[in-house]
Structure formats: C-alpha cells, structure tokens
C-alpha cells in the first residue's frame, strides 16, 4: 500500500507549547498526509495553546489547570471549534492513550511528563521521546513496560537519537547492542565552557539560558550550562541501549554538529552529524524507517569547516560527577538526582540562589537522603517527593541575596 492511499498517523503532543512542541508541529504541517494531531497539551501557556487548537484542529486539548482549561474551553467554543478540552493529570493520561493516537511526543520537562508517559507506554505507543527525566528515575520501567505492551520507544534526545541511527544491527530500546565497545556523548560545553571558574557564581539566568547552538526551555538550557543535561543524559543512555556507565564516555565538541558516536569492537566508529535542530531528530523517529523532509537545511561542511574534540572539565562542572556517582549507586539515587537539580535549577532561575549553588544543594540532598534499592513506581515517587522536600530545605540554607551579572 502506498503512503497516498493510507491514513494519516494520529499524533497527541504531550508538552506542545514548549520547544520540542513547537519544532514537532513545524515537522507535523509538513506533511499533512502522513500525520495529523490529535490531541495538545500545555501546563499554563493557554493563549498559545488556543492558537494552536485554531491552527491544527485538535480532537482534545488539556490544560494542567482546571479554571485555564474552562477558559480555553469557553474560547474554543466561541469561535465554533469543537475540541474537548479536559484538565489535570487525568486529562494527559486520556490524551497518552487515545485510541486515535498511535503516536504519543513526550515533550513535557521533568518529572511531570512521567505518569502520562507512562501511560502512552502501556497502552502499546510509538513513544517519541524528548522528556529525558522520567526516563532518568526510571528507565527500567519504561523498557519493562514497552516489551510487555510492544510499544516502540524512540529517542528524540539529539545525543541519544543519533546513537539510535549508528545502531548497525537496528534498535530496541534496552537491548544490548551487539558487538559496540563504546557509545560516545557528545556535549556542546554550554554557555560557560570557557568563563572563568570564579565568574560561575555570578552568572544570571539569563547568561545561562543563552545557549551557543541550541534554542530550548529553561530548564534544559540551565542544565546544558552546568552539564547535568550531559549527566542525565549518560543515565538515559544506559538505559536505551542496555549499557553500564563505564562504556559512555562524554566529549566536548563545541560545534553541535556530530550529535554522537558509536565505536564498534572492529575498530569502527559511526557518527551522526547534522545542524543542531531538533527537527532532525524528530522527523526521524517519527517516520522511522522511513525518511521524511524535516525542514532543516544542509549541512555545509566546508563553512563548518573545523570539528574540535575535548575532554569535559569537572572541576568545573561539578554536576557530571554528581551524575556518574548517581548512575554507579543505582536504585533511586537518579530519581534523587533527578528531583533535587529540578528543584535547584527552579531556585536558580527565580533568582533565589546563585549558579553554582546548584550542585551544591545535589550534593546536600543525595548526602542527607540515602538512596533506596526498591525501584518500583511508589518507591521512585516517594524519593522524588523526599529529593524535593530535603532540597527545598538545602536552598533555605543557602538562600541570600545573590549578586549577580558581573561575569
Ligand atoms: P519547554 O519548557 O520549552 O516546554 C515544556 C512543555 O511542557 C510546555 O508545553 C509546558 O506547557 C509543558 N509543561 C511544563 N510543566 C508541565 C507540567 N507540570 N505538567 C504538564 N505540562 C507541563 O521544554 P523543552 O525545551 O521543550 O523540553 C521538553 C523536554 O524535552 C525536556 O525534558 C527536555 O530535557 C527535553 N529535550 C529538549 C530539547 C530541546 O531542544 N528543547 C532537546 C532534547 C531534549
Ligand atoms: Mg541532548
């Protein structure tokens, strides 16, 4: 059967008003025969996810908020617009798993895209995966989950959809990829890759959102200029590609132009390289094994002309450590991780502690919180919410006015 003759994909978009969500509906306009939305999401954004409901013609729409979502509903209605819009977490988990849906985009940031993703997994999804944090507290859930319900869990994460594309024997997520010796992390280096360590502590939120390749939400952009985004990331690949910590290593290459590497054990070394848009990635897993236009435009070799490698440095980047020592102790100890930089990157940006306060309230809560051996949901839920409450009490203590701007 041809593409011409069948019907288009169904898609809901966890998270569509945010970065990912965005870049994933520019690709979805592209190519209205292939896909078609069925349902968006967004926390509080109302007023864009209502222009996106006049744009894209949902079957559903949630707003986390009850009262947003009975305004939305209101102003759906009075442009004669029949998309249901419902509200909550009950709400998300409907829309993951619409029958419409065959395809579910995981495009929430942090913990909060974790039960709807889950859900979607259950309910047997081709899951596009760009939340990289449930999958850091509990990566062994999501691979147990989608072998049990057969849904086909795709990397959006540049990094990790890159590796997806080296696998020479096809992917599975969680399966061991026969004969690679090593899975190489490529990493931008951020904002600050080459501040002075004693100008850190003064950086605003500002400084650090402004990343030199990539345009993205807040919270990945604060942790892409202390490198916990690489942190989370090393964890996120152990568990998409069945591999312990040791065989990631981490490289920094300040182009964003090779998104990753895989080294294989003849020698080998297979790379992704493309322009830093996300776009590719998404395109990619969406019509994966198929190829499809994503909008983004050439790579120009010569232009680019130099690629640079190097080590990460950390000492000054203290938050790799604090991920590696966290993947090593295993359990809850990431979902810990996981919970504690939320709360510090949060703290950062409303400007309540300074840059490189954040991996000091990490340290404080993974010192004071021992990590737990069971890792079923409750016992992950449960230290995330113990993670959040011990890191709201390491910020207290270090809460003072913060001077900040002077690079
Ligand atoms: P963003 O902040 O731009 O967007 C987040 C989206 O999630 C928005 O639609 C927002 O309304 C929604 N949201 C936020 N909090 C919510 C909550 N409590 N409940 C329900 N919805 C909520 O973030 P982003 O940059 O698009 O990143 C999304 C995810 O993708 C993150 O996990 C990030 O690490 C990952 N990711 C992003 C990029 C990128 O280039 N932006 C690259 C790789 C991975
Ligand atoms: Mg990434």
Request: net charge neutral; aromatic share 4%; with cysteine.
């Amino acid at each position: 059967m041809t593409r011409a003759t069948q019907q288009p994909r169904g898609v809901t978009l966890l998270g569509s008003t945010g970065s990912i969500g965005l870049s994933t509906l520019d690709v979805i306009a592209r190519h209205p025969q292939r896909y078609r939305v069925v349902a968006l999401t967004a926390n509080t954004q109302g007023e864009r996810l209502f222009e996106q409901c006049l744009q894209y013609r949902p079957e559903m729409a949630v707003l986390l908020d009850p009262a947003a979502a009975e305004e939305l509903r209101a102003k759906l209605r009075a442009v004669g617009l029949t998309t249901q819009v419902l509200s909550g977490l009950e709400g998300l988990t409907t829309v993951a798993t619409l029958p419409e849906a065959a395809i579910v985009v995981a495009a929430i940031v942090g913990a909060a895209g974790l039960l709807p993703t889950l859900a979607a997994v259950r309910a047997g999804k081709r899951v596009l995966f760009a939340n990289k944090e449930p999958l850091v507290m509990c990566g062994h859930l999501f691979i147990e989950e989608a072998r049990r319900s057969g849904a086909e869990l795709l990397p959006v994460d540049s990094e990790h959809n890159a590796i997806f594309q080296c696998m020479a024997d096809g992917f599975r997520a969680g399966r061991a990829p026969a004969a690679v010796r090593r899975i190489y992390l490529t990493c931008s280096g951020g904002p600050f890759r080459s501040t002075p360590v004693e100008a850190l502590a003064r950086v605003t939120p500002e400084q650090a959102c402004a990343h030199p390749n990539w345009v993205m939400g807040r919270k990945i952009s604060v942790d892409s200029a202390t490198l916990m985004n690489k942190g989370l990331e090393l964890i996120e690949a152990c568990w998409l590609f069945g591999v312990t910590p040791d065989r990631v290593e981490i490289v920094i290459h300040p182009q964003s132009i090779i998104h990753s590497l895989v080294e294989y054990v003849d020698g080998s070394v297979l790379a992704q390289l493309g322009n830093p848009d996300m776009r590719t990635p998404i395109a990619h897993a969406l019509a994966w094994p198929e190829r499809i236009e994503s909008g983004v435009k050439s790579l120009d070799l010569l232009e680019i002309a130099r690629l640079e490698f190097a080590p990460p440095d950390r000492r000054r980047f203290p938050c790799l450590d604090l991920a590696y020592e966290a993947a090593a102790a295993s359990g809850t100890a990431p979902a810990i991780l996981n919970a504690a930089n939320e709360v510090a990157v949060q703290a950062f940006l409303d400007r309540r502690i300074g840059f490189t306060d954040i991996p000091q309230v990490i340290a404080r809560v993974r010192a004071r919180l021992p990590a737990g051996r069971d890792v079923q949901l409750d016992a992950i839920l449960a230290d995330d919410a113990a993670a959040r409450a011990e890191a709201a009490r390491a910020i207290a203590v270090l809460e003072r006015p913060v001077q900040q701007g002077v690079r």
